[in-house]
């Protein structure tokens, strides 16, 4: 077991749109995880925009669960509560490292696409 403490953030506008998206947010966290404790906090104008944070407590059955996690929802902070040591296995590692390899390849290929579009679009001008 793996007690972690996480912050998801959500930017946006108008300030009740970005509310209701972090509550929708926590309802789906609350029903497939192991949910211990979370708070949601008000939220806040920032440079013309509206920010929250939400910060929970989750149990996760293995690393894996954890990291699963954090590619499907993208927590700005990651706080490994308990155990102090994990331990990992090379294979779990490999799997880890690939998975992780496949998502920047894929944000790369994405941020290239855009670069191109912009440069075109620029062209057009």
């Known amino acids: 077991m793996i007690t972690a403490r996480?912050?998801?953030e959500i930017a946006g506008f108008p300030k009740e749109h970005i509310e209701s998206v972090m509550k929708g947010v926590m309802e789906q966290i609350k029903a497939s995880n192991d949910v211990l404790s979370y708070d949601i906090y008000e939220a806040k104008e920032v440079e013309q925009m509206w920010s929250t944070f939400t910060e929970m407590e989750i149990n996760f059955?293995?690393?894996?669960d954890l990291i699963a996690f954090c590619f499907d929802k993208m927590?700005?902070?990651?706080?490994i509560v308990e155990p102090e040591n994990l331990h990992i296995k090379g294979?779990?590692?490999e799997d880890l490292l690939n998975d992780l390899m496949?998502?920047?390849h894929e944000y790369d290929a994405e941020v290239k696409r855009l670069r191109l579009d912009n440069l075109?679009?620029?062209n057009k001008s």
Do not use: G
């Not at 059955?61 to 894996?64: A, M, T």
């Not at 927590?75 to 706080?79: A, G, K, N, V």
């Open 6 to 8: 996480l912050i998801i």
């Open 120 to 122: 075109a679009f620029k």
């Open 102 to 104: 496949s998502k920047l």
């Open 75 to 79: 927590p700005s902070s990651i706080e």
């Open 91 to 93: 294979k779990d590692l």
């Open 61 to 64: 059955k293995e690393l894996k």
